[in-house]
């Protein structure tokens, strides 16, 4: 990594004040990706809701823009659909309904044969390093994969110039090149994740969890790579996690999900200064646990996360949430909504809190 002076996790700076300094100017033009009332829904293939024909809304109408050089935090309970979106912007699932666009064109109906040259601008960088990169072959051929999928490198010679640089712009060396995954450790092979979905040059990523998985003194160092690497490329981010700290020190924007709804969103600084969903409320007031089975930080709130599969009526946070009314809450659905014109801070609550 670069020992420039540079603004990092570490020097304790207020997330708030880094995200307001920037937010202004990455919201402009057109956005490289635009969700307008996305859902995906899985069918239940077991038991009796099978026969009954249910499905799982895992993702029930998201709209949602990114623009170029932006973070946008999405974050939420387990469960509540933040994978599923990730995947679904970038087809690697087909969205149930609604549209996409990247870079103003749009791209729901595109076949595979259409979306190779897309693939090169959208990446996604995983959770788990270690089960997203192929045991069985060497750095370098991980990484020059992708260079070799678009044609990227002129002869062999180039492939390898190319891998060395990325690796070194992560922060490896090029020795790393003939060792393979297992020989590194977490954090490393994040690094090496990431520069494989750089390898293409794209102009936004998908960063499901990356750090969730790792120890938290690597933590700082791969969310300062990707912050530097924002910079250097004007790269568009979804940033993915459970780690609200980190989320608002890297995010512009923020949007909160539950039950596969965004039920909240806005500037970093505006959330994370007043929330007014109960729900975000709760998120973040809650104690995060260990979650030994994903080895990551699990937020509990009171009662359980209802199924996709039979969502309750209405606003889907109702059973849960401190300020139900009964006859609003459970029989008519929040509209996302800006309670201060123009304040671009939305919120789909009949009741919400500091009105
Ligand atoms: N391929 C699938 N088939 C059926 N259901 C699925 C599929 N993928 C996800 N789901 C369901 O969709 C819902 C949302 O899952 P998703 O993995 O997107 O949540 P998440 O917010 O990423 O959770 P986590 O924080 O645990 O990663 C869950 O109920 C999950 O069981
Ligand atoms: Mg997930």
Known sequence: MSDAPRTTMETGVAATDLAAATSRTVQAGTPILRAESVSKWFPVDEGLFR????????????????????????????GCGKSTFGRTILRLVDPTYGRLFFEGEEITQLGQRELRPLRRKMQIVFQDPYSSLNPRMTVKQIVGEALQ??????????????????????????????RYPHEFSGGQRQRIGIARALAVDPRFIVCDEPISA???????????????????????????????????????????????????????????????HPYTRALMS??????????????????????????????????????????????????????????????????????
Do not use: W
Not at 157 to 171: F, I, K, Y
Not at 226 to 240: N, V
């Open 51 to 78: 026969r009954a024909h249910k499905q799982v809304r895992a993702v029930d109408g998201v709209s949602l823009d990114v623009f170029p050089g932006e973070t946008v935090g999405l974050v939420g309970e387990s």
């Open 149 to 178: 999928i678009h044609g990227l490198a002129k002869n062999a010679r180039d492939e390898e110039a190319q891998v060395a640089e990325l690796l070194r712009r992560c922060g490896m060396r090029a020795e790393a090149m003939t």
């Open 214 to 276: 790792l120890d938290v003194s690597i933590q700082a160092q791969i969310v300062n790579l990707l912050q530097e690497l924002q910079e250097e490329r004007k790269l568009a981010y979804l940033f993915i996690s459970h780690d609200l700290k980190v989320v608002e020190y890297l995010s512009h924007r923020v949007a909160v999900m539950y039950l596969g709804r965004i039920v909240e969103t806005a500037s970093a600084k505006s959330l994370f200064e007043r929330r007014h």
């Open 286 to 355: 809650a104690v995060p646990v260990p979650d030994p089975k994903k080895r990551t930080l699990r937020v509990l709130l009171e009662g359980d996360v209802p199924s996709p599969i039979d969502p309750p009526s209405a606003c889907t946070f109702h059973p849960r949430c401190p300020r139900f009314e009964k006859g609003t809450c459970d029989v008519e659905t929040p509209e996302l909504r800006e309670l201060t014109p123009g304040s671009g801070h939305q919120v789909a609550c009949h009741f919400p809190e500091d009105a």
